[in-house]
T-cell receptor, first 109, second 114 residues
Framework: KNEVEQSPQNLTAQEGEFITINCSYS?????LHWLQQHPGGGIVSLFM???GKKKHGRLIATINIQEKHSSLHITASHPRDSAVYIC???????????FGKGTHLIIQP | DAGITQSPRHKVTETGTPVTLRCHQT?????MYWYRQDPGHGLRLIHY???????DKGEVSDGYSVSRSKTEDFLLTLESATSSQTSVYFC?????????????FGDGTRLSIL
């Protein structure tokens, strides 16, 4: 069973700051997902990656397969980025994602 | 997102009653999943399906059963609901196991067992 650890669990920052959320996992994977969940809301897929780096707007996700580690970065953070960010990994079988417990991010104006 | 509809969106029921949650998708995705989300645990896999009539257990399957008689529908049943099954339930789909396929989530069902 893959163990997925995220850090930090909670993060409060000021608008404009550069944000980094980390994710590590214990067993090799076929893909890693970064998800976003707003309070009371659904879950949105931000990135899916199996190697290297992806960028979408102010969000950047990187993965190091050898180190079993991924990071999600937010540049020029904004209060609307406030949400729970969840790391999840997909193994090689037919079963579903294994999730981290999430990072609760609050961006203050 | 990806045409996933969960019903009902909210339900309150009593201990011991049967409950069925429905997930309907319009994208013809092969794989479907049921997860539950609880404080302190994050999301955990209950059951999944890799095709019509093909299902298997996930991490927290005790007390739950599923059925998939059509590609578009995946039903989750609590035969005799208990208070420990109070949770938010999410359905998700995946088109294929290829590395570039994102997983799509429904909006969730908030279930309270009194």
């Amino acid at each position: 069973k893959n163990e997925v650890e995220q850090s930090p669990q909670n993060l409060t920052a000021q608008e404009g700051e550069f944000i980094t959320i980390n994710c590590s996992y214990s067993v090799g994977i076929s893909a890693l997902h970064w998800l976003q969940q707003h309070p009371g809301g659904g879950i949105v897929s931000l990135f899916m990656l199996s190697s290297g780096k992806k960028k979408h707007g102010r969000l950047i996700a990187t993965i190091n397969i050898q180190e079993k580690h991924s990071s999600l970065h937010i540049t020029a953070s904004h209060p609307r980025d406030s949400a729970v960010y969840i790391c999840a990994v997909l193994g090689g079988g037919a079963d579903g994602l294994t999730f981290g417990k999430g990072t609760h991010l609050i961006i203050q104006p | 997102d990806a045409g996933i509809t969960q019903s009902p969106r909210h339900k309150v029921t009593e201990t011991g009653t049967p409950v069925t949650l429905r997930c309907h998708q319009t994208e013809n995705h092969r794989y479907m999943y049921w997860y539950r989300q609880d404080p302190g645990h994050g999301l955990r896999l209950i059951h999944y399906s890799y095709g019509v009539k093909d299902t298997d257990k996930g991490e927290v399957s005790d007390g739950y059963s599923v059925s998939r008689s059509k590609t578009e529908d995946f039903l989750l049943t609590l035969e005799s609901a208990t208070s420990s099954q109070t949770s938010v339930y999410f359905c998700a789909t995946l088109a294929g196991r290829e590395r570039n396929q994102p997983q799509h989530f429904g909006d969730g069902t908030r279930l309270s067992i009194l």
